[in-house]
């Protein structure tokens, strides 16, 4: 299977498998992306790049899980989830 082209879609829609959250994901071919970036979506289950414009939709959220999701990620705006 060949890699995805990064940053092709307005919308992608992911799940809890793919945190924490990058832009471009793991699976994008990065040769024409954008910096990689981590995206905040943990706590509203959605989360917009700043880069390329890419929405992301998590589809298993669940704010009362994610709460005792235990992530270590310091984000691009000073903000960071750690675990408890």
Known sequence: MS?????AKNTYQVTTANLPLSCPMPEQDLWDAHPKVFLPIEKTGQ???EYCGANYVLTDFSGASMAEAKTDVEYADGTADTPR
Do not use: H
Not at 3 to 7: E, G, L, S
């Open 47 to 49: 989360a917009k790049c």
């Open 3 to 7: 890699p995805k082209q990064a940053c």
